[in-house]
């Protein structure tokens, strides 16, 4: 018994010495397969609503309810969420020469404040917020664009695991102004969510060249 016990625990160090000098070779990094939807899209035209735009069938419109009791001229913003991916489109309008309400932070507090929406200072405000994100971000890319409908704007890609990597301006400079910017209910990760972005990135750009002012 002592001999079969002696010869076991001797090939077992032998295993353990050459599992040592064994060449360890590291997995690659995966990720989730997913699995995308044909592009489809249909009309969102409500009645009041001073724009209008087609969207993914696999997306869901709803409204966005957040500044509504404290800024009367945000009526019309929306969001288009995509469930599946756990993504949305934040959509916010602004009318030119409209008023938007705001805080102000005092000695005494906060107050109310009002200011007159020009094209200029709605400009400015696309440009802050999306550049508020170069900390994360490793590239900004603007382009300028003018659809089929005659809308203008800019869209920015901002590269790098920022929390929203496209969003754009639309506008025609003298009545309305519409932002959007695309967000993931999810920690930003540019490598797991690249082909997730490419993939609505198309869609936004189709919002953007079916959007028609009313």
């Known amino acids: 018994m002592n001999r079969y016990t002696g010869a076991f625990f001797f090939l077992l160090l032998i295993f353990l010495i050459s599992s040592c000098n064994s060449v360890y070779t590291p997995r690659p990094k995966g990720y989730f397969a997913i699995h995308f939807p044909p592009h489809e899209y249909r009309l969102f035209e409500r009645a009041g609503y001073p724009y209008s735009f087609e969207y993914p069938v696999y997306s869901d419109i709803t409204r966005d309810s957040t500044l509504f009791d404290e800024d009367p001229d945000n009526p019309y ?4 969420d995509f469930p599946s991916f ?16 705001y ?20 400009r400015e405000d696309a440009y802050k917020i999306t550049f508020k994100h170069t900390v994360k971000a490793s590239s900004i890319e603007d382009s300028v664009f003018v659809t089929p409908n005659g809308v203008g704007g800019v869209f920015f890609n901002v590269g790098g695991n920022a929390a929203t990597g496209k969003q754009f301006f639309a506008t025609d400079t003298t009545k309305h102004f519409l932002r959007g910017a695309l967000y993931f209910d999810a920690t930003p990760n540019e490598d797991s969510l690249g ?14 060249n079916t959007l028609k002012w009313r």
Do not use: C, P
């Open 86 to 101: 756990d993504a949305r489109i934040y959509l916010s309008y602004k009318t030119i020469g409209g008023k938007s309400w």
């Open 103 to 122: 805080k102000v932070k005092t000695a005494n507090g906060f107050k109310d404040s009002t200011s007159v929406n020009t094209f200029e200072n709605l």
């Open 77 to 80: 913003w929306i969001n288009i």
């Open 195 to 208: 082909i997730v972005y490419d993939f609505l990135q198309q869609d936004m750009m189709h919002l953007i």
